[in-house]
Each structure stands twice: as structure tokens, then as C-alpha cells.
């Protein structure tokens, strides 16, 4: 049973993740982004995490994909992308340094690597203090005992992202001097297009 | 007080004209005119006195040596310098007569002198010059005497090219450095081969010369008489002193003639152990005296320059003090450099004055029956004239011909021979000026107004600044036009007064070294010196008294031929009797055998191509295009590697992954 | 099914993690829209945090999850940092390409 659910999932994790590479639509990327996300999440469940499927959920497929789909919209970033490739040797360096990589990682893998030593930070079943303790818990105790000084710093990290979302958003007084006039056309005749779409109600693809 | 303390205080000596030099030259603006003159001659003179009390303490003394140590420096590689004074015979007899000759001529200096813009700046050079020579001649060590011995050049330097808005005076002080450099390089590696073999540089390297192999101490004499050739002016490198005639007549007097030419005979006679133990050094020095003297000699027979007859003069002269070197006959040479300088001084003194009352006219031909005119001069300058030529009893006949008995009996023929002959000529060529300038028909007064426009003469050019123009007269330049309209006049106290006192002891200074056992005076003060010098000593009164005839008679000669020639002055300036009558000879002698243009050629014309190749190939292409062409290539390298940075994330992403691949394999690689 | 016999042991998940973390790169490489580009990150980031896992299963350590936790916070804070950045960069322009920003170009 185990061994099913691993091939299903772990087929459409792939398919998601090739989706995101080869989609041409950004819309259509960041939903195969979402099965992706929650194959992983499936996965997580399979392995005893079950906070972190359900953190994964929420956040990832829940807050951030959402985040990209509003960009994606804000840009107005639906155009279609061209497949054409302006750089000569990117595709063919990618395609090989990726290879290379994942058969060293394998390989690696395979030998010296996974020294198979534990960190000694709490285990996922023993019986802790005479209870059976769940996931979430044991987690907790991880969280505000090992590791309280990264938890109180990425604490730290998250209000320092939002400030600077705030203040990288936000649209300054003098307008910055990127564009030419035509530029400015355009912008407008996308805005035109947008607004005929809705009106017209079918959408850009 | 004993007189080891006193001669202690020989430091002294050197010190006062020091003082006076750095005074002078420090505060020169604010002391006039003669103050100057006189402070700086003070000076000298009280310098002369503490010499003598020197001497007078050093007779005392028994060993008759006494050093004392200023200066010790203990520099790297155990080489202990100690720098001080020492008071021997040698060097205090050198003193004496320094010291004497130069307050002398600083007491003529200061009439010749009168109206000079940096008459202050002269005594003060003139004192620094005395007291570098005097550093070098009572030093306790070659490394000080080499210091005074820079020093006299530098201030002969400065001497010479005195009056350097005259570009050829400029040109002539340079020409005496760079020459004598050239000699004190041989003196520098003397010194190294010195310190190398004996481990000092004092004196006392002297007492272990015998030690030496034969080689070296060839070697180590022959460098230092490279020094001494460049210093007293022999050939080859005598090319600088008729040209320092440019400096001012009172430098000539003491520099070039009494006491820096000296200086090469003095280090002769100090370094002596090292010639005595090297019989190749020994003839070397006796055979470039003797030809210099005979050279030098056949060039003053038709200079037309006054000063320029007496600086071949000095030129041919040394060459006899070297021939004495050259034959171990130490004392004679020592004493001819006394008598030259008593001699030679008041020569150049007198033509000083001759310059001084013609309005500063050296053109031989341009002067004639000054007798006249100038009757103390003349006096001084007919009773040097008699010495030189080396007639009896004035001094010059007593120490020329110990010299060329000395040849003789040490059965140096050869430059016996060459010694005889340049007696002749120095007879000739000094009568033939001695004849011109106060003999014969006044050549020197201007035409009448009326006469002049309608004379062939062309008039000086127009717009030639005469100050810059040399008063030098070239051989084969024309004579310039008699520009004299009043009588020549005497020179004033100050300036005949030397020449007289100099012209006295031209006279008498012969009783110095008299040839008789009991009269030979200074030979026995320098006995102690040159202890282990073999005596020489001619082979019989008879045989002695013959030699001396026949020196005697070879002058005369000389005398006579000249008189023949020039006793009624030159019937028209630009006709020498005696230059017509040599021909070709007269022209090569004339132009010193074209000696400076063969330098020219040679030397300088190579180097001077060689110079341009370097500056042509080696620096601008090689240096400057390996400079250049680093500047290019790190241009271009950087030109090449800057088109990495294309600016798009996707490229440096590949960089990332290429690292990350890079860093995989080599973990993979490593195990 | 005998396939169903077949153990999962951790193997297959750092395999299956591998691959993703290989198509996350080279999307990276290939694709200009930088929307899509960001994605590709988070792809890599999700394969690392399915290793992470992997192992705190396989080692019986609940260290692993608390990292993949603070994995997933600091992707959160660098998503809205990043998409902030980029909407404004690509506020107004047309199409929003990695290749337009070549102000860096040597």
C-alpha cells in the first residue's frame, strides 16, 4: 500500500515539477507548483511529519503559491513567454550540468555520505518521560529547547521580510526613471487589453 | 707642555681654514670686501704658524712620528677606521710649504680679486681648499687622504669654473672633474685592494707591504698612480689643466702649481713600500714622468697663451718629480716640489699681474717690452725664469739636476736621456716668453683714432658680450687687436709683494738640499720616511759635477736658441718665429698632438653612439614595450575576462551550478 | 499485488528528492520569466525539505523536522521579499524577463 501511494505521488510530483519548468503560461506553472507541493506533503505524512504536512499545506500551497498568483495577475504577466532561447549555450549547459549533478549526488549518496549518525536531538517514537507523545508535540519540545535561539531569529527574519515587502512595494513619490515614453504607451495598452478582456469576460491566454 | 701634546693639537692646522671656509661661505654676503681677503689669509697664515710650531715640536720627538686620532668608526665586518693625523716629515714638510705658498697668493688675491661680485665666495673656497689639502697631506690613513683628496678636487672644481658665466670656464671645471675622477677611481681600488690584503687602511698597511706578493703590490701601485697621474696632470690624463687655465690667476698659482698637482706626488711617497716592492710600477712611473715632461715640453714651445705656456710647464715639470719617484730618488722629488712651488707661484703670480696691468690681455703677442712698465714683476718673474731653466745657483738648478744625477747613478739611462732633453726645452720655452712679454717691441698699444678705420683689422664684433668670452687664447687663434690706450700699469702692494717673496725664495730655497754630505738638509729631515729606500749616490764628485754641467749646458742651450729667436719680439703678431721654423711639428705640438680630438673620436664618439642605441632600442623599445605592453596586455586580459559579466541572473546561476558540480566532483574524486 | 510487498525504504524518497532538486536547477537555468524562475526555487527548497525528512524519519530524530520548520519560515520571508522586490522592479514594464536587467553588465 505504502509502495502505491509512493509511485502515485512521487509521479505527479514529477509531473508537477515539469510542469513548472516547462509550462508556458505562469498561471499554469504555479498550479502544477501546487501538486508538487502537495505530493510533498503526502510524502511528509507517509514519513511520521505530520505537522510539517500540514505546515506545508497551509504555508507553501496556501500562502505562497497564492502570493505568486497574485504577482502573476499584478504584473499582468500572461503573456506568453517565448520558448526561444536568446542565450546560446544556456540550454545545452543546463541540461548537461544538471545531469552531471544529479548523478554526482547520487553517487555520492550511495557511498560516504549518509554517515547514518544522529543528531541527538529527541526521537520521533521512543516514549518521552513515560508519555507517547504525538508529532506536534514532540516538535514543540524540538522547537523551545534545542533550537529557541533560530526559533526567536527567523522570528526575527519574518518581521524584517514584511518591512521590507512594505517598503519595496510601495510606490515612491518621484517616479523612477526606467522608462521611456513608449514604454508608458504600452503599459497603458495592456491595461486597455485588460480591461476589454473583463468586459468581454473571456480570458488571455 | 711636551711636544706630544703639542702635536697632538695638529688638528689644528687643517681646522683653521676650515673655519674660515665654512664662515665665509655661510656669511659670505654680509662680510665686504677686503675683509674678506684678509680674514681668509689670516687664517691661512696663523695656519702657517702652528705649522711651524708643529715642526719645531716634531724635531723633538724620537721616533720622529706622531699620530693622533680624531675619529674612530667602527663600521660593519670588524673593519676599525680610525681617522686622525699624522706628523711626520713627510707630512709636515708638505704642511709647511702649503701652507706658506697659500697665504702668499690669498695676500695676492686680494688686489687680483678687487671688484669681483663673490670676492668673499672666493676666500671662502680658497680656504676650504686649503684645508682639504691639508686633510690630505697630514691624514693617518688613506681613507682621510682620500677625503682630502676629494676635497681638493671638488674645490678645484668649483676654482676653475669661478667665473662661470663663461661657458668655457663652466666647460673647463667639468672637464677637471670628470678627468681626475678618473684617477681617483684607480685610487678608490687601490684602497680596496689595500684593506683586502692587509685588513686596514691606515698607514700601518705601509710597514706590511713587503709582504705582499710581487702582483699585488704591482697592482695596488700601479692604481694608486693612476690616482696621482689624473691629480697631477700626466699623460694621458693631462688634458684638464691647460683648460683650468680659465679659472682666475691666483687659483692656477696654488692649485694647479704649487700644491693640489702635488698631491700626486705625495701619494707616491707615502705609498712608497708598496712601489719599492714592485720594480713594474717603478718603471712605469719613472718612464710617464719622463715622457710627460719631454711632451709637455714640446707643447709650450708655441702656445700663445701666457697662462697656458706655464700650465704645459707645470705639466712637464711634475713629470721630473715623477721620473725622481720612478727611480727611488724620493728626497730629490720632494725637494724639486718644493723649489717648483716657490718657482712655479711666481710665475703664475707674475702673470697674473701681466694680465692685471694689460687689461687683461694673455696674448703673448700682444705684449712685449713690459720691463718697463712693470719692473717688480718683471723682477720676480726673470729670477723664476733663471730657476726653472735650472741655471745655478738659483734653487731650480739644485733640484733638477739631483734628479737627473739620481737617473743616472741608478743606471736609468733612458730616461736620463729623456730628462736631459726636456731641460732643453723647458730652457727654450720659457725664455721664449720671458722674451715676449718683457723684451723686444711693444705689440700691445691700440692704433691712434684716425689710423684705426683705415687698418685691416676687422673691429670685435658687434654684440658679443665680453665677459662671457674667454680671455684664453687658443693656439691658432688670431691675435685679437691691440686694444691697450694708456701705459700697462704695476700691479699694486699686495700683488707684487708675493711675487717678490716667492722670487727670493726661488733664489735661495736651493740651500734646502744642497748635494753635500753635511748641507743635505732635507733629505736627512725625511730620512725616517724613507728608511728603507736604497740610497743612491752619483759615482764620484768628478762624475757628479760632469752630469751637472751637461744639465746645465742642454739649458743654456735652450736659452740661447730662444734668445736667437725672439730677443727683438715678433716683427708682426701673427708671425712666430719659432713655430715657422718647426712646420707640421710646430702645428701637432701646437695642438697638443690633437690629443683632446683623438679622445673625442674614440671615446666619445662610440660611447655617445652606443648611447643613442640604447636610448633607441633598449629603452624605448625593449623597456618601454615591456612596460607598455604589460599596461596592454593586462588591458586586453581584462577587456576579455569583463565580457563574463553579462549582467543577467541566469548566466551567474550557470556559474553557480558549475561550481556546485565542480565542488561535487572533487569531493567525489577525493573519496 | 507483490508490488505492494515492496518496502519504501528511504532510498526511493532521496532519489525522488534528487530529481526534484535537479528539474528545480535546471528550470532555474532554462526559464527567463522570473515568477517562474522564483518557483523553481521553492522547487528546490521543497526537495531539500523532503531529504530533511527522509532522514529524521530514517534516523528516528525529530531534529530534521524542526529544521525543514525553519526551511519553510525563512522560504515564506524570502518569497514576499522576493516578489516584492521584483514587483517593483517589473512594475512597469512589459513582461517581466530575467535578461531585462543587465545593469550589472561589465
Redesign the interface.
Known sequence: ????I?VVF?AL??AG??G??L?SN?VH??LS?VV??VS?AV??L????Q??AA??VI??AG??VV??L???M??G?D?R?SLR???RY??P???A??????A??????GR?W?T???????????PVDGDNLN?IE??A???FT??LW??EI?AA??V???V??????R?SGQPVE??DEA??E??EE?EEEVREHAEEGTASS | MSSRDLLDLLWLVPALPLAGAVTLLLFGKRIREPIAGWFATGLVGLSFVWTVVMFLALRDIDPRAHESIIWKLIPSGGFQVQLGFLADPLSITFALFVTFVATLIHLFSIGYMHGDERYSRFFGYLNLFVAAMLVLVLGNGFLITFLGWEGVGVCSYLLVSFWFERPAAAVAGKKAFVTTRVGDFGFMLAMFLIFEQLRTLDYSALEQASTLTTGTATAIALLLFLGAVGKSAQFPLHVWLPDAMEGPTPVSALIHAATMVTAGVFIVARAHPFFEHSATAMTVVAWVGAGTALLAGTIALVQPDIKRVLAYSTISQLGYMFLALGVGAYAAAIFMVITHAFYKGTLFLGAGSVIHGTGDNQDLRRMGALRRFLPLTAGGFIVAWLAIAGMPPFSGFWSKDEILASAFSAHDYGVWVVGVAAAALTGLYMTREVFLVFFGNERFRAAPAAEAAADAEPAPEEGVDESTVSPTVAFGDPPAPARLEHDPHESPRTMTTPILALGALAVVAGVLNLPFRSLEFLTKWLEPVFEDVPEIHPNSFVGGFALSTLSVAMGLIGILVALSLYRHGLRRPDEDPGLERLGFAGRLFGHAYYFDETIARAVAGPITRFSDWLDRVVDARIIDGAVNGTGWLFQNLGGRLRRVQTGLVRNYALGVALGAAGLLLFMLVRG | MTLAAVEVTANYYLVLGALLFTVGAVGLLVRRNVLVMFMCVELMLNAANLTFVTFAHELDDVGGQSIVFFTLVVAAAEVAVGLAIIVAIFRRRRGATADDLDLLKG
Open positions: 500500500m505504502e509502495f502505491a509512493f512521487a510530483a514529477l515539477a515539469l513548472v519548468v509550462g505562469p506553472c504555479a507548483l508538487t507541493l510533498v510524502f511528509f507517509q514519513q511520521d511529519a505537522l510539517l505546515v506545508q504555508v507553501y500562502a505562497i502570493l505568486f497574485f504577482v502573476i499584478l504584473l504577466v503573456k513567454e532561447e536568446t542565450l544556456q540550454r549547459a543546463a541540461f550540468l544538471g545531469a552531471i549533478v544529479l554526482e549526488v547520487l553517487f555520492l549518496a560516504t549518509a547514518g549518525a544522529r543528531s541527538q536531538r529527541g526521537s520521533l517514537d521512543a508529532n514532540r516538535v519540545r524540538s522547537l534545542d533550537f533560530p526559533f527567523t527574519l519574518l524584517i521580510a514584511v521590507g515587502g512594505v517598503v519595496l512595494a510606490r526606467l522608462l514604454d508608458d504600452a503599459a495592456v
